[in-house]
Nanobody, 124 residues
Framework: QVQLVESGGGLVQAGGSLRLSCAASGRTFSSYNMAWFRQAPRKEREFVGAITWSAISTGYADSVKGRFTISRDNAKNTVYLQMNSLKPEDTAVYYC?????????????????WGQGTQVTVSS
């Protein structure tokens, strides 16, 4: 079992930046692909970005590409989501997820472990 804990959420004005962190414990962190998803009020959870175990490959939703950057530090067992140029539509609970080492995966069902989420609110 892998435990994931997100942090770094908060309230920010449109155009601002936040960096989310996801700390992992349990199995070897480098053995997993990592991803970020988000869920806005009254909406379905959606893919944000993912990174492979080697950090060589990354993938993003079109809505965040060019604004968000996912990275990982295996020595610290942590994955990050740097969010720049934030928009009100980015407001959501952001979830960290871990899945089998593979190519970039974009579906919720392809991930085995989830954090409890961290709230990001972007004001206009």
């Amino acid at each position: 079992q892998v435990q994931l804990v997100e942090s770094g959420g908060g309230l920010v004005q449109a155009g601002g930046s936040l960096r989310l962190s996801c700390a992992a414990s349990g199995r070897t962190f480098s053995s997993y692909n990592m991803a970020w998803f988000r869920q806005a009020p009254r909406k379905e959870r959606e893919f944000v970005g993912a990174i492979t175990w080697s950090a060589i490959s990354t993938g993003y939703a079109d809505s965040v590409k060019g604004r968000f950057t996912i990275s990982r530090d295996n020595a610290k067992n942590t994955v990050y989501l740097q969010m720049n140029s934030l928009k009100p539509e980015d407001t959501a609970v952001y979830y960290c997820a871990a899945g089998p080492r593979s190519y970039i995966r974009r579906e919720q069902t392809e991930y085995d472990y989830w954090g409890q989420g961290t709230q990001v609110t972007v004001s206009s």
